[in-house]
C-alpha cells in the first residue's frame, strides 16, 4: 500500500484547463470579470504561473531577483518609535523608556509643544552620539538642526541618521548623516499611488543628483521616504520596486557598482480614521508587515490614536507592533521573502515599467520643479485621490468602521493634530458628514415592508448605510397594508424615512404610501427599480438608497433635502 502511494503522481493541470473550469464556474459570467483593476492602471490577473511570469519577462526575471536581494541593507526593519511629548521632561522620560523598551532609532518630528531650547538640544545631542535617528523639521532654519552644533567633533564622522525636510539640508561634518531624501509621503497624503511616488521619487533623486559635486557623493548622502497603505501586495511590490529602478538610474549615471540606498518608512495616515480607532492600529500592523516583507530599512508605526493626541499605551501599542512582526514572523530571516511569489515579480515589474515611464515624462517636461509648476503633477495627484476617495463613498474599498460596520455611538475627536490636519485622509468626509448630522439632531427612520424575513435583507443594508454618519434610524415593525403604513409615517418623529421591502410588496404598497404620506417627510425606497423609478418620482419619491451608491452624495443630498423642509 505505502509503495503504490509513493508512485502516485497528481497530473499538473494547464493554464487553459484552468481557464475553461473558471468560466464554467462561472455560469455564464464573462471571464474578464474575474480581472482587476488596481489605481495605478495595471490589471490584475486571478491566476499566475511559472510559465506566465517566465514568459512575460524572461531573462529579466533573473535579473529583477539579483537586484532586489542584492540592495538589501544588512539591518532591515529598524524599529523607529517617534516621540510624544509636551514638556522637555516628558520627552526625555518618554525617549529612555521607548528605548529600553526595543526601539532602535530616535524618532523626532521638530513640531512639539515645547521649546528646542540650549539646555535641551545639549541633552539631546549625547542620544544623537548614541543612537541613530530620524528627525522631521521643516526646513534649513528649523531649531531642531541646531542639536548638530552640540555634538563633540571628534564623534560627528561616527553620528548616524536620518533628516527628513522639503529640501536637503547641507551637514558636512557627518558624513554618515543622510540629509537629502526624496520624501514621497508628501505626494501619499495628496493622495499619490504606487506607481506615481516611485516616478516622484526617481524624479526628486535626479534634481537632487546635479546639485551635488558627483553621483557618488549625492548616493552617500541620498534616501527614499515611503508611507506604506493598506494595499497589502502593492506595497510590498512598491518597496521592491524602488531597488529595481534605483539600479537602473544610477546605471543611468554610469554607476556600474551600484550604492545601496536606505529605505525609510512608515504607516499611512492618509488611511486612518477618527471613527473606531483601534481599526487603525489592525491596518498599522497589515502596513507594517508589508514594509517588514517588501524591506524597509527602517520603519514607524503611527499610533492608532495619531490623528489627536497619542498616550503613553498606544505609543507602546505602536512600538509593540513593530517588535512583534520583527521578532515573531522570522521574516527577517530571509533576504526578499517576497522573491519568486509569481504575482508579487509582476507586480513589481509592472510598477518598474510605469513608474519609469512616468519619470521619463516628468524629466522631458523639464524636471519635477517644471513639473510641479505646470499644474501636471497637481492634477495627477487630484485623480488619484479622486479615485480613491469614489471608491470608498462607493464601497468599492473598504474602510472598516467609516464605510462599513461603523459604530453610530461612536465618539470622536473634532479637533485634529496640526501636523495632520492637511492629509487629505479617505475617512474625512464620512467624519464631516457625521459631525453635521449629529449636531442637527438629525431623525430616521426604515418602514419595513411585508414579512421580517422579506423585509430585513434590505432593511439591514439601508441601517448600515445610515451608520456611516452617525444615524440610528428608528424601524417599525413589518407592515402588510398601506394603511399601517401611513399611521407608522404619520406617528414617527422621523423627517427622512426609507422604504424596505421585497420588490414584490414595494410595487404593491409604494403608490398609496406616497399618495398619502406626511408632507414633512422625505421618503426613499431601499433598491433599484428602474421601470417604476419616474413615476414615482414624479409623485412625490425622494430616491432610492441602493448598493455601489455613493454614501456621502446620497446623504448630503438628503441632509440638503431635510434642510429645505424645515423652512
Known amino acids: 500500500m505505502s509503495n503504490n502511494m509513493k508512485n502516485i503522481e497528481f497530473e499538473k493541470p494547464s493554464y487553459s484547463e484552468w481557464q475553461d473550469a473558471a468560466i464554467k464556474a462561472l455560469k455564464g459570467k464573462p471571464f474578464e470579470s474575474l480581472l482587476t483593476k488596481t489605481s495605478e492602471g495595471i490589471t490584475l490577473e486571478p491566476l499566475y504561473t511559472q510559465e506566465s511570469l517566465v514568459a512575460k519577462l524572461g531573462e529579466e526575471l533573473d535579473k529583477q531577483v539579483a537586484t532586489i536581494r542584492s540592495l538589501q541593507n544588512n539591518e532591515a526593519f529598524r524599529v523607529a518609535q517617534q516621540v510624544y511629548a509636551d514638556t522637555s521632561e516628558a520627552f526625555f522620560a518618554q525617549l529612555d523608556d521607548s528605548l529600553a523598551r526595543g526601539n532602535e532609532v530616535v524618532t523626532i518630528d521638530s513640531r512639539v509643544n515645547f521649546e528646542w531650547t540650549e539646555e535641551v538640544l545639549a541633552q539631546l545631542a549625547t542620544y ?30 561616527t553620528v548616524k541618521g536620518f533628516i ?131 524591506g524597509a530599512d527602517v ?102 468602521g467609516t464605510n462599513i460596520y461603523a459604530n453610530p455611538a461612536d465618539v470622536f475627536e473634532s479637533e485634529t493634530n496640526p501636523a495632520f490636519a492637511e492629509i487629505k485622509r479617505i475617512a474625512k468626509p464620512f467624519e464631516q458628514l457625521r459631525a453635521e448630522m449629529t449636531a442637527a439632531n438629525v431623525k430616521t427612520g426604515i418602514l419595513a415592508l411585508g414579512t421580517l424575513k422579506s423585509s430585513k435583507p434590505r432593511a439591514d443594508f439601508v441601517s448600515g448605510f445610515l451608520n456611516t454618519v452617525g444615524l440610528v434610524p428608528e424601524k417599525s415593525e413589518p407592515v402588510a397594508t398601506a394603511e399601517e403604513a401611513l399611521a407608522w409615517l404619520n406617528a414617527t418623529e422621523a423627517t427622512y424615512v426609507v422604504i424596505a421591502g421585497n420588490d414584490d410588496n414595494t410595487k404593491e404598497l409604494l403608490p398609496a404610501i406616497l399618495a398619502g404620506k406626511p408632507a414633512n417627510v422625505i421618503v426613499d425606497v431601499a433598491g433599484k427599480f428602474k421601470d417604476e423609478e419616474e413615476a414615482w418620482l414624479a409623485n412625490g419619491l425622494n430616491g432610492f438608497i441602493f448598493a455601489g451608491q455613493n454614501i456621502i452624495e446620497k446623504l448630503n443630498s438628503v441632509f440638503a433635502s431635510m434642510k429645505e423642509v424645515q423652512r
Open 128 to 157: 544623537f552620539s548614541e543612537y541613530s535617528f530620524k528627525i522631521t523639521v521643516e526646513n534649513s532654519n528649523d531649531p531642531l538642526l541646531a542639536v548638530f552644533d552640540k555634538i563633540a567633533v571628534n564623534q560627528r564622522e
Open 164 to 294: 527628513v525636510s522639503k529640501d536637503p539640508i547641507s551637514l558636512n561634518e557627518y558624513p554618515s548623516v543622510r540629509s537629502v531624501g526624496a520624501d514621497t509621503t508628501v505626494y501619499h497624503n495628496e493622495g499619490a499611488n504606487a506607481v506615481q511616488e516611485l516616478a516622484y521619487a526617481l524624479a526628486l533623486a535626479a534634481k537632487y543628483a546635479k546639485q551635488e559635486e558627483s553621483f557618488e557623493a549625492f548616493a552617500k548622502k541620498f534616501y527614499v521616504s515611503f508611507a506604506v497603505d493598506t494595499q497589502f501586495f502593492t506595497e510590498i511590490a512598491k518597496l521592491r520596486a524602488f531597488k529595481v529602478l534605483w539600479k537602473a538610474f544610477s546605471s543611468a549615471y554610469g554607476v556600474a557598482n551600484c550604492v545601496k540606498v536606505p529605505t525609510i518608512a512608515e504607516t499611512s495616515l492618509r488611511s486612518f480614521s477618527k471613527l473606531d480607532v483601534y481599526v487603525n492600529l489592525l491596518r498599522s500592523a497589515n502596513e507594517a508587515l508589508s514594509g517588514l516583507i517588501g
Open 299 to 400: 520603519f514607524t508605526v503611527h499610533p492608532h490614536d495619531a490623528l489627536t493626541k497619542p498616550t503613553d499605551q498606544s505609543v507602546r501599542i505602536a512600538r509593540n507592533v513593530s517588535l512583534i512582526l520583527k521578532e515573531e514572523t522570522n521574516v527577517l530571516k530571509v533576504i526578499d521573502p517576497a522573491g519568486g511569489s509569481y504575482f508579487i515579480e509582476s507586480l513589481t515589474a509592472d510598477f518598474v515599467k510605469e513608474a519609469w515611464a512616468l519619470f521619463l515624462e516628468i524629466e522631458a517636461a523639464g524636471g519635477i520643479d517644471a513639473y510641479t509648476a505646470s499644474g501636471k503633477l497637481a492634477e495627477e495627484l487630484e485623480k488619484s485621490y479622486q479615485a480613491r476617495i469614489k471608491a470608498v463613498q462607493t464601497r468599492k474599498q473598504s474602510l472598516i
